[in-house]
């Protein structure tokens, strides 16, 4: 007999909910070790550490993705599950890239790179997952009201890993071209974040999701010169995200409301009134 105050929910855990639970877990602890690994990075003085904050929080995302297709193959939905999911999107795509961008900036001595800008990014990050929590029950099964707070993640963590590829004065994210698209991506993006502009949820399409997992195993084992070239590939794949997700929703809803309007047109027309017949 359980204990009272147990909930229901958590008395019972089968294995079909063990499973994606587990993978959820993983996305933590890889957004978690991102932070930490950004903080030693910040203490040893070595950037080439900014790199392997820059995979996990990549492999988070990919984990974050796996665990809900995870669930749903196994039949393994539970709110637990998705509450815990929450707390990974906030530590490993809110807290994590804002403390990276914080470490890649340290040179700068203007305080929107080094205090507004990590700064804005975090409370965008919270804004988006409580509105995302209260305003939409499906947890982002029908599409996402505002950006997603992965896409300002990745984008961080692409920049970060690609400014830190030689020659690095040619990336450098504190001053030069890079660093202004760098500037003008987050914060175009903090704000998206927060508005009610539609966009899809890559995940559900195993045909655009395993590409993406694709990419991001080709960052971690491939020689950085190379898996550069992936970073790039990604940062542009995003942009394409950006602009054009809404688009995509509104011409699909489109469609399904043109085809159900075709369905009811056909149901009204077959139907022949017996007086009609005579």
Not at 193 to 210: D, E
Request: with cysteine; glycine share 8%.
């Amino acid at each position: 007999m359980k204990p009272r105050w147990v909930p229901e929910e958590l008395a019972v855990i089968n294995w079909r909910q063990a499973i994606p639970t587990l993978v959820t877990l993983a996305a933590m602890l890889s957004g978690f070790l991102s932070i930490l690994v950004t903080f030693e990075g910040m203490r040893t003085g070595h950037p080439e550490l900014f790199i392997k904050s820059s995979q996990l929080i990549m492999l988070a995302m990919i984990l974050d993705g796996i665990d809900g297709n995870v669930a749903r193959w196994l039949k393994g939905q539970s709110d637990f599950g998705a509450e815990l999911d929450t707390y990974v999107d906030l530590t490993a795509f809110g807290i994590a890239p804002a403390i990276l961008i914080f470490a890649v900036t340290l040179q700068s001595k203007d305080p929107i790179w080094r205090v507004i800008l990590p700064s804005a990014v975090a409370l965008s990050g919270v804004v988006r997952l409580a509105r995302f929590k209260v305003k939409d029950p499906l947890r982002g099964q029908g599409g996402y009201a505002g950006l997603p707070i992965t896409a300002n993640a990745a984008w961080v963590a692409l920049f970060v890993f690609v400014s830190l590829t030689p020659p690095r004065d040619a990336f450098s994210l504190s001053q030069g071209p890079v660093a202004s698209l760098f500037l003008a991506g987050i914060l175009l993006f903090t704000v998206l974040q927060v508005t009610n502009l539609h966009y899809p949820k890559p995940t559900k399409k195993a045909a655009l999701f395993i590409p993406c997992v694709i990419l991001v195993i080709l960052l971690w084992i491939l020689r950085q010169n190379q898996a550069v070239r992936v970073a790039v590939a990604m940062i542009v794949l995003g942009i394409g995200y950006v602009a054009l997700g809404p688009l995509f929703v509104k011409g699909y809803k489109a469609h399904m409301a043109r085809r159900e309007n075709q369905s009811s047109s056909n149901s009204s027309g077959g139907d022949v009134h017996p007086a009609d017949s005579e």
